[in-house]
């Protein structure tokens, strides 16, 4: 089952650009582009660049790195439709924007060890 993590003031993430934050075991980059809240993976699936710190051209994300593009609404290149980021459902609760990830992914580090309890 999936679970709804805060993540960041929904006061600190300006439109028209990017902000990673750790959500769980991911580091996820969010946006905002014409009122609209997206989250996706923040790597890169050619080289790990840092997704949030690219360039966007509305809802596409340009990787800083060698410019993959990414759509923020559905993860996929519009270029290369096998290219693809993982993206989570968002929603502000209380002024806090909150993402969505499956539990394997939300549960903290300490949880997963196999060596424990
Ligand atoms: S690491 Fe993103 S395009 Fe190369």
Redesign the pocket.
């Known amino acids: 089952m999936a679970k709804f993590l805060p993540v960041l003031p929904i006061a600190d993430l300006p439109a028209g650009r990017g902000r990673c934050v750790t959500a769980g075991r991911r580091d996820v980059a969010l946006f905002q582009v014409e009122g609209q809240l997206y989250a996706i993976d923040n790597s ?1 699936p ?4 840092p997704l949030a710190e690219g360039d966007l051209s509305g809802c596409v994300i340009y ?1 800083p ?4 593009s990414f759509d923020l609404r559905t993860g996929v290149s519009p270029s290369n439709s096998r290219a693809k980021v993982a993206t989570y459902p968002v929603r502000v609760v209380a002024g806090t924007i909150e993402v969505e990830l499956p539990d394997e992914a939300a549960a903290p580090l300490e949880e997963a060890d196999p060596w424990s309890a």
């Open positions: 890169c050619h080289r790990g660049g990787c790195l060698h410019a993959w």
